[in-house]
C-alpha cells in the first residue's frame, strides 16, 4: 500500500488531480525545489501543486513522463511519443518544470 507521504498530488487548471509517486515527481526540478523546501510552503507541506496554466491533457503526459524518465534512467529503453497537436503546450510546461 502507498503511503499518502509518498505521493503528490498534481492539480491542472480545470482542476483535474493526478496523484503520483513522488519519485516520479521529483524528476522535474522545479517540482523537487517546490516538495523538498525547508520553508512553510503549502507544496511542501500537502504535498500538492496546482497548475493554473497547465491543461488536464498536458498535465497527463507530464506525468506519463515522469515515470517514462523514471524507466529510462533504470536502462529501459523505449519510446515516449507526443502528439504533434500537444508538442508546442507539452514545451511550455517542460520549460517551466525544467524536465
Given at each position: 500500500?502507498v503511503r499518502k507521504?509518498?505521493?503528490?498530488?498534481?492539480?491542472?487548471?480545470?482542476?483535474?488531480?493526478?496523484?503520483?509517486?513522488?519519485?516520479?515527481?521529483?524528476?522535474?526540478?522545479?517540482?523537487?525545489?517546490?516538495?523538498?523546501?525547508?520553508?512553510?510552503?503549502?507544496?511542501?507541506q500537502?504535498?500538492?501543486?496546482?497548475?493554473?496554466?497547465?491543461?488536464?491533457?498536458?498535465?497527463?503526459?507530464?506525468?506519463q513522463?515522469?515515470?517514462?524518465?523514471?524507466?529510462?534512467?533504470s536502462?529501459?529503453?523505449?519510446e515516449?511519443?507526443?502528439?504533434p497537436?500537444?508538442?508546442l503546450?507539452?514545451?511550455?510546461?517542460?520549460?517551466?518544470?525544467?524536465?
Open positions: 500500500m507521504e509518498d505521493t503528490v498530488r498534481l492539480i491542472s487548471a480545470e482542476g483535474y488531480e493526478f496523484v503520483i509517486e513522488r519519485e516520479a515527481a521529483l524528476v522535474s526540478n522545479t517540482l523537487k525545489n517546490m516538495l523538498t523546501s525547508t520553508g512553510a510552503f503549502t507544496e511542501t500537502l504535498g500538492e501543486v496546482r497548475f493554473p496554466e497547465i491543461s488536464a491533457p498536458i498535465l497527463e503526459k507530464v506525468c513522463y515522469f515515470y517514462w524518465s523514471l524507466q529510462f534512467a536502462g529501459k529503453e523505449t515516449f511519443h507526443i502528439d497537436e500537444m508538442t503546450e507539452l514545451m511550455m510546461a517542460a520549460n517551466y518544470l525544467h524536465t
